[in-house]
Structures are given as structure tokens and as C-alpha cells.
């Protein structure tokens, strides 16, 4: 088996914790069986790897993450992991439960390893996968599972596949281990919500429906419990005066050399200098907040530097909070919208990128999907690289057509890889659902070739995304159920969605399929 670290993700957990030290994943671990299926004389073979060969190499590629060895007796490993569900982060089986599988269903993210070429005998993977035992099941009775976060995953220890399938086995159990690691850090979560003076119904302006619909009472603190049963992520929800105080405390000095350097890097720049000037203090104030609450993640809708309402202290944050935190590995939405939010850490602590919020709309007939929004990450890789990107006057700002009037803020436009695959999906805390589709980016100036510029037509930041089956895709839009807004993610994250979601014990919904 290949000793592999992943550079990435163990990149994007130093980033990410920058605000607190995490201590180590524990992962209680159990051998069930011998590994090799030996029955009869003869014992194991000249290349089998043995118990503490594959425990060694798995502590080489998953740092960070403690693997707690269970050296007592089986029957007795429920009770050690049901009695001390605070002192495991998860559970991981390598071989046969035969008959008794209670320990993949303690609740805790669970990996049941099959070693390839020992008897499957009773391996339950249906039960696995779904938590239920058929009604019409031959066999009557038995113990009624619930609660399973189970995947499964294969070795062969006898070393009969060939090296690099040998080593796919491996690299498929180290990057679900891993998963578990995301789970534990997307707990430590906490988010700054910087409220603004009209916002009262959370994540309000995310869901539309007819004129007869409303929120139903208790709205607010269904979805914060409901979020902080499925994440345990904590929301600190700060005042709009405190931002407009630390906006009027700021340095003004170092938001200059924050403007500058965005400028500086930029490919073009028709946004005005002072207002970029007013988005670099912006952001310094929410980082300063961010710091006092000890946060790691952000979201605000606030769009005024004073509260005053003269169009003067008009500001969006969008430039902020890309230019600013993403590339710092802080994930931030310019909009009040927890589900969007903790999808962009999700996606971040499994991948090391970070994600688009936007809107977004289908073009039938080109086959495409416009998404689009007033920011956009510079660093979509997650790694040192920037694509090109212009800092313009905000589309909303009612002087946008004149960059040098004050209130014309800021919106940024970059241009993400043509050809890349891009996932777009999002968490509903409420449903207990994921939702997700993937697309291919494509070149949206050969596409709409009139006589408007597209970067110019509604919001600036845009990726347009071809789709098979645009008319599947849309026949899923329910703004009234899961709201008008979603992510993209640069990559093809369908199979980390999915695993992830059976550790958090949420449904997914592939909107494409």
C-alpha cells in the first residue's frame, strides 16, 4: 500500500484553524477478524499485511488523527464506544461483524473495511447503506438498527490486486477517514453574522414563494436549533453598531495599503480608489469583530458603513470578503445565509477551496446555467494561484454608471478556468438535505455575443455552466423550499458530498440525476 499524504486538505486545516489550536481526531479502532481469510493450516501468506503494517500506514497519511487501537474483546467494544461517545470522534471497523453489528451503529461516523478475499459472510451492506432491514426479510426479528453513519471501504491484504489498485483501495479509506477529521473541525465552527438594521427573518431573503406565503412563527429558532443539532457550529450574532464603530476606529493608513495592493494585482480596476479605500476598511472592521468574538467564519448584510442611509456611506462587501478573507482561508458571505455559509467551510476543510455564493438562472436553450454574483474567489484552486480578476463599480449601487460618485462601491468579476468541472450545490439545515449538481465551465463571451457586454448585464461575477440536461435541473427549482441561492465549487465534489453527508446524516439530492 502506497504511504500518500494529502497535501491539500492538510493545508487547508492549518488555515483554517488559524483562530484555535484543534486537538487531534480520535478514531476508535477495531480488527475483527485475522485479514486474510485463512482457514484451515497454512496460515497467512508471505505478503499479507498484517494489523500493525496497516496501522502505521495510516497514521503516516492521516495526520492529525489519532487511531485509539481497541485491544480487548469484541462484545465489549460497543459498550467502551456507547459509554464514551465524547471521547471518539469516530469508529473505524476493519473486517467481519458476523452477525453483530451494533458497533457501526453507535451513532458516530463509522467505516466498516472489508478485507478482500476473507468470507463476506453476513456483511450487511444494505443495511449499511440504508439503516433498515427489509420487511420481507427471510429472517424475522433481530435487533432494530438506527442512528447508522456508515461507508465502507475495502483493503486486500493478501496483496493479489495490482499495485495501483492496491493503492486506490487505500487511498479511497484514507480520504474517508478524513471526512471524519471535517466533521469534528465543522463542530468548531463559529460564525460572525453581522446583522443590518431591516434584518429580522434569517436567511429571509434567500427563500421566495406567492404573495400568500410566510415564515411560519418560531422560524428563527427552529432553523438556529435545528443547525446547531446538525453542525454543532455556533452563530454570534453581532449588532450593526458595532461594525460601524470599528469601521470609524480603523486604520486608515493600513486600509490604503490593503486598497493599494488590491489594485496593484488586479487586471483592471474602473472602481474608484476611495471607495475601494472604504471596502479595505470594511473589511478590517469585520475582521476585527471577527477576532473579538473568535470566529473563523463570517457573514453580514450589512451594505452601509454608518447607518446614516445617504447614499455617500453606501458600501457591498463582496470585494471584502474575497480579496480579504477567502484568501486567507476564512470562508465569508456577503449575505445572511447559515446553510450557504457552512457549505463554503464544508467544502473548504474537504478540499482546501473555496466557494462562489450566488444566484443563478437557466438558459433552456443554450443548455447553460448563469450563475452569478457581486463576488467571486481569486484563488479557486485553494493554493497560491489567482485568476485574473477586475475590481468595477457595484451592479446595485445606483451610481454605478459613475465610479467617481461616492456610493458607487465595489463588485469584482474574475474569470474561472473554461473546461474545468464545477459542482453547484448547497446544505439545507431545515431538511436535513444536500443538494447538488455539477456542470462544465465554459466560455460565456462565445456564448452571448450581442451587442451588451456580459460582464456588464446584471451582477459582475459570473461562471456560466454547461449542463446534459438543463430542463432536469430546472424542473428542481423551488425557490419557496430551497431558496434562489447556491454555491460553486471548483471540482467534481459529487463523491466527498455524498460520503460527508452520511457521516452528518443528511440526505442527498442529486438534482442532475
Known amino acids: 500500500m502506497k504511504k500518500i499524504i494529502c497535501f491539500i486538505l492538510l493545508i487547508s486545516f492549518s488555515a483554517f484553524n488559524t483562530f484555535a489550536q484543534s486537538s487531534n481526531t480520535r478514531i476508535f479502532t477495531i480488527f475483527t477478524s485475522y485479514g486474510c481469510g485463512c482457514t484451515g493450516s497454512g496460515g497467512a501468506p508471505e505478503t499479507f499485511t498484517d494489523h500493525d503494517e496497516v496501522l502505521n500506514e495510516l497514521r503516516q497519511s492521516c495526520t492529525g488523527i489519532d487511531f485509539i487501537e481497541w485491544e480487548g474483546n469484541r462484545p465489549s467494544a460497543f459498550d467502551e464506544v456507547t459509554s464514551n461517545m465524547d471521547s471518539y470522534d469516530g469508529v473505524l471497523i476493519i473486517g467481519r461483524l458476523d452477525g453483530d453489528y451494533r458497533l457501526a451503529f453507535t451513532g458516530l461516523p463509522t467505516i466498516v473495511v472489508y478485507n478482500l478475499f476473507e468470507f463476506m459472510d453476513a456483511q450487511p451492506y444494505h443495511l449499511f447503506a440504508t439503516g433498515k432491514v427489509p420487511e420481507e426479510s427471510v429472517l424475522k426479528g433481530g435487533t432494530g438498527y438506527k442512528g447508522g453513519r456508515v461507508l465502507t471501504a475495502q483493503l486486500d491484504r493478501r496483496n493479489l490486486a495490482s499495485p495501483a489498485v492496491r493503492d486506490a483501495m487505500f487511498n479511497d479509506l484514507v480520504d474517508k477517514i478524513k471526512l471524519m477529521k471535517v466533521v469534528k473541525e465543522l463542530g468548531e465552527t463559529r460564525i460572525l453574522m453581522v446583522k443590518n438594521h431591516e434584518e429580522e427573518t434569517i436567511a429571509g431573503v434567500n427563500y421566495r414563494g406567492d404573495y400568500n406565503q410566510s415564515f411560519p412563527e418560531g422560524f428563527n429558532e427552529s432553523y438556529l436549533a435545528n443547525f446547531a443539532k446538525l453542525f454543532g457550529v455556533e452563530i454570534v450574532r453581532a449588532e450593526p453598531q458595532e461594525f460601524y464603530q470599528a469601521y470609524r476606529t480603523t486604520d486608515l493608513s493600513k486600509a490604503e495599503g490593503i486598497a493599494d495592493e488590491w489594485i496593484r494585482n488586479a487586471r483592471k480596476v474602473t472602481a474608484s480608489r476611495p471607495e475601494i479605500i472604504k471596502t479595505a476598511r470594511a473589511y478590517l472592521a469585520f475582521d476585527e469583530l471577527r477576532e473579538k468574538y473568535n470566529c473563523n467564519a463570517v457573514s453580514t448584510h450589512i451594505r452601509t458603513v454608518t447607518g446614516s442611509g445617504e447614499l455617500e456611506d453606501r458600501f457591498w462587501p463582496g470585494v471584502a470578503l474575497e480579496l480579504g ?88 468579476t474574475a474569470e474561472w478556468p473554461v473546461g474545468e468541472t464545477v459542482t453547484l450545490w448547497e446544505v439545507h439545515s431545515l431538511l436535513n438535505r444536500i443538494r447538488l449538481h455539477t456542470g462544465e465551465i465554459v466560455d460565456g463571451h462565445a456564448i452571448y455575443t450581442g451587442g451588451e457586454n456580459l460582464d456588464d448585464v446584471m451582477c459582475t461575477a459570473k461562471i456560466i455552466v454547461k449542463h446534459d440536461d438543463i430542463r432536469k435541473i430546472q424542473q428542481e427549482f423551488q425557490p419557496y423550499l430551497y431558496g434562489i441561492h447556491l454555491n460553486a465549487t471548483l471540482g467534481d465534489l459529487r463523491r466527498q458530498i455524498k460520503d460527508i453527508a452520511v457521516f452528518l446524516g443528511m440526505d442527498v439530492i442529486e438534482t442532475d440525476r
Open 325 to 412: 478573507f477567502k484568501t486567507r482561508g476564512i470562508m465569508a458571505v456577503c449575505q445572511n445565509y447559515p446553510d450557504l455559509l457552512i457549505s463554503q467551510v464544508l467544502a473548504y476543510l474537504m478540499t482546501g477551496k473555496p466557494s462562489m455564493l450566488a444566484d443563478f438562472m437557466y438558459d433552456i436553450h443554450n443548455s447553460t446555467e448563469i450563475v452569478l454574483h457581486s463576488g467571486i474567489p481569486v484563488n479557486p484552486y485553494g493554493d497560491e494561484r489567482r485568476v485574473p480578476y477586475s475590481i468595477v463599480p457595484h451592479a446595485e449601487s445606483p451610481v454605478r454608471d459613475i465610479p467617481e460618485e461616492a456610493g458607487s462601491s465595489t463588485g469584482l
